[in-house]
């Protein structure tokens, strides 16, 4: 009988571990997901920032080659590729 409660009681402490660690396990998972959010919201926010950094990067080119006066073509080109991507942006502003 004493061997049969033995036992029963190294089962009922290693069930008592098994949650312990699952217990832990949770938080850990609950934090990590929270740090991913974190850091997908970064990688939007950095995203978004290259991007308008782009979008300046082109505005500067076009004001450099229209300020030069050289290459009207070239300068006539990007102010249409412009125009073409905004009416873009607006068209799926309006849907």
Do not use: F, H, P, W
């Amino acid at each position: 009988m004493k061997d049969l409660e033995l036992l029963v009681s190294g089962i009922e402490y290693k069930v008592r571990k098994l949650i312990e660690q699952t217990n832990a396990l949770k938080e850990e998972l609950n934090r990590v997901k929270l740090e991913k959010e974190t850091l997908e919201k970064v990688v939007r926010d950095k995203r978004s920032e290259v991007k308008t950094l782009e979008e300046k990067i082109k505005l500067i080119n076009v004001a450099k080659t229209i300020e030069s006066g050289k290459d009207s073509a070239q300068a006539k080109q990007k102010i249409n590729d412009l125009v073409r991507e905004i009416d873009k942006c607006i068209g799926l502003l309006n849907k």
